[in-house]
């Protein structure tokens, strides 16, 4: 149990909508990332967040944009989906070197 | 950050001591490795992280040699419960410079533990 919570846990969207992924992340981390996982791979970073603001992005297209709100809480959203976009989606809230991860979710586009 | 490189797969029986070697050859001063475990539909998860010589905890121990260049991890009498995917990761703590959460991962070494 690692104390950071995603929802939802599986979701089915159809290619040209738009999702939003949450993130809950273990109290006094102020950092969150966002990690793309596809199937036999490792996680590919997307984005970092720090204190509400972007520090620190991977090499994934505009359309995917995140926030981080006060409570260091957080959303991925991606927009125009593809179906190429179906993955597993980490994130991560991090204390020095070590990062927590969440369960992940699982997205699925058709 | 230093790219790393690990064999795909690993085959052990349980209760054997299983080595996973990575290499890292342009690993810089100020980049630890780290080791992470992931299991099926679940987020990785830390085992231990070292700078150089030997780190143990509680479930496992990590081998660096002095150029650093490589590092082993050592997981000892292996149950099923260990088959998973194990990756190894470089960079520098936040501290140092590095980013914080900005992970690289490989495609990692997939053990599997059979009776």
């Known amino acids: 149990e690692t104390g950071v919570t995603q929802s939802p846990t599986h979701l089915i969207k159809t290619r040209g909508q738009q999702v939003t992924l949450r993130c809950s992340s273990q109290s006094g981390h102020n950092t969150v990332s966002w990690y793309q996982q596809a199937l036999g791979q490792g996680p590919q970073f997307i984005f970092q967040?720090?204190?509400?603001?972007?520090?620190g992005r991977g090499n994934f297209p505009p359309r995917f944009s995140g926030l981080q709100f006060p409570n260091y809480s957080s959303e991925l959203n991606v927009n125009a989906l593809e179906l190429d976009d179906s993955a597993l989606y980490l994130c991560?809230?991090?204390?020095?070197?070590?990062?927590?991860f969440g369960q992940g979710t699982r997205l699925t586009v058709v | 950050l230093a790219k790393t490189t690990q064999p795909i797969s690993m085959d052990s029986y349980e209760g054997q001591e299983v080595n996973i070697t990575c290499s890292h050859n342009?690993?810089?001063?100020?980049?630890?490795i780290t080791w992470y475990q992931q299991f099926p539909s679940q987020g990785p998860r830390f085992i231990i992280q070292?700078?150089?010589t030997k780190v143990t905890n509680e479930v496992a121990s990590l081998f660096i040699p002095a150029d650093r260049k490589s590092s082993t991890l050592s997981l000892p009498r292996v149950s099923l419960s260990d088959t998973a995917v194990y990756y190894c990761?470089?960079?520098?703590?936040?501290?140092?410079?590095?980013?914080?959460?900005?992970?690289?991962f490989g495609k990692g070494t997939k053990l599997s533990v059979k009776p």
């Open positions: 967040y720090y204190r509400e603001e972007e520090n």
């Open positions: 342009n690993i810089a001063t100020n980049d630890y």
């Open positions: 990761l470089v960079g520098a703590p936040a501290y140092y410079g590095g980013s914080q959460g900005n992970l690289i």
């Open positions: 070292g700078y150089k």
């Open positions: 991560a809230s991090s204390l020095q070197q070590e990062a927590f």
